[in-house]
Antibody, heavy 117, light 109 residues
Framework: QLQLQESGPGLVKPSETLSLTCTVSGDSISSSSYYWGWIRQPPGKGLEWIGTIYYSGNTYYNPSLKSRVTISVDTSKNQFSLNLSSMTAADTAVYYC?????????WGQGTLVTVSS | EIVLTQSPATLSLSPGERATLSCGASQSVSSNYLAWYQQKPGLAPRLLIYDASRRATGIPDRFSGSGSGTDFTLTISRLEPEDFAVYYCQQYGNSPRCSFGQGTKLEIK
């Protein structure tokens, strides 16, 4: 059974860069049938797609975040990662990693990231 | 970018009633590539419907999706207590890029 687990700091200072990792277990991240994504949800608000990566390394980002986002994959560790720079209070959210094929059918439990000095 | 607008924002119904949730797109969604998710407090979203009308594995048949182009609907035929949650639509017509609606909260009347 596929499992995804987000890891990273729960608190980030304004202007710093957030780094999160999603560890995949139960299947290989190198499966060519799927892609891997990051989605976030500010407290009490809706879902926002951040970006997606294929195991090959091809990436696609939300235009509204593109200038600050980098997503990478490490097939040897069965992980993919999110870097989001120049963090502000507006980036406070639960960050989810997920596996998709258009729709997202496997999700991590999410990790709350708070931006505060 | 396709903008999805969900209505109503909040829907108040009783168990046993029929729920109809709408998702409108700012432009036609290619190949009707639209999904619906259910989210309960503190949990990740759960996929209900994909490709506008296909139920995901393990989803009860009281959940159904319909629609095409710019207008889509999620119907819950007879509400169970566990169905009260927030529902989101997602379009993936230009997959792997996608966007989500702002959500509809289904609450107990």
């Amino acid at each position: 059974q596929l499992q995804l687990q987000e890891s990273g700091p729960g608190l980030v200072k304004p202007s710093e860069t957030l780094s999160l990792t999603c560890t995949v277990s139960g299947d290989s991240i190198s499966s060519s049938s799927y892609y891997w994504g990051w989605i976030r949800q500010p407290p009490g608000k809706g879902l926002e797609w951040i970006g997606t990566i294929y195991y090959s390394g091809n990436t696609y980002y939300n235009p509204s975040l593109k200038s600050r986002v980098t997503i990478s994959v490490d097939t040897s560790k069965n992980q993919f990662s999110l870097n989001l720079s120049s963090m502000t209070a507006a980036d406070t959210a639960v960050y989810y990693c997920a596996r998709g094929s258009g729709w997202f059918f496997n999700w991590g439990q999410g990790t709350l990231v708070t931006v505060s000095s | 970018e396709i903008v999805l607008t969900q209505s109503p924002a909040t829907l108040s119904l009783s168990p046993g009633e029929r729920a109809t949730l709408s998702c409108g797109a700012s432009q036609s969604v290619s190949s009707n590539y639209l999904a619906w998710y259910q989210q309960k407090p503190g949990l990740a979203p759960r996929l209900l419907i994909y490709d506008a009308s296909r139920r995901a594995t393990g989803i009860p048949d009281r959940f159904s999706g319909s629609g095409s182009g710019t207008d889509f609907t999620l119907t819950i035929s007879r509400l169970e207590p566990e169905d009260f949650a927030v529902y989101y639509c997602q379009q993936y017509g230009n997959s792997p890029r996608c966007s989500f609606g702002q959500g509809t909260k289904l609450e107990i009347k």
